[in-house]
């Protein structure tokens, strides 16, 4: 499985930015697909899920300002960001996995993508 992502960039606080996730190769084992997000210094968190039955889950952080989604049919996924803060400013991921439960967890993932920079300023 890859993943690659994109759409990253700068952006104004009170912007918008969204990011998308190409995913390929033996997609049939994958139920889970999440975004995360890395600032410099501090460690990897959860930010949003998606899963096989389209249930959301989003960091407290993010809820009511980002959104995920996904297209099968382009076996995309993406990430609607609103109402940017600074706060926000990251590399952000996406992952890939087969189990669902404790999403935020990045140890539950198999599959990363290399990463898309938001800056927010």
């Known amino acids: 499985v890859q993943l690659v992502e994109s759409g990253g960039g700068s952006a104004l606080a009170g912007g918008s930015v969204r990011l998308a996730c190409a995913v390929s190769?033996?997609?049939?084992?994958?139920?889970?697909l999440a975004w995360f997000r890395q600032a410099p210094g501090k460690e990897r968190e959860g930010v949003a899920t998606?899963?096989?039955?389209?249930?959301?889950d989003y960091a407290d952080s993010v809820k009511g300002r980002f959104t995920i989604s996904k297209v099968n049919a382009k076996n995309t996924l993406y990430l609607q960001m609103n109402s940017l803060k600074p706060e926000d400013t990251a590399m952000y991921y996406c992952?890939?996995?087969?189990?669902?439960?404790?999403?935020?967890?990045?140890?539950?993932?198999?599959?990363w993508g290399q990463g898309t920079q938001v800056t927010v300023s």
């Open positions: 998606i899963t096989g039955r389209d249930t959301t």
């Open positions: 190769g033996y997609t049939d084992s994958i139920y889970v």
């Open positions: 992952a890939a996995g087969a189990c669902g439960g404790r999403w935020y967890e990045p140890s539950r993932y198999n599959y």
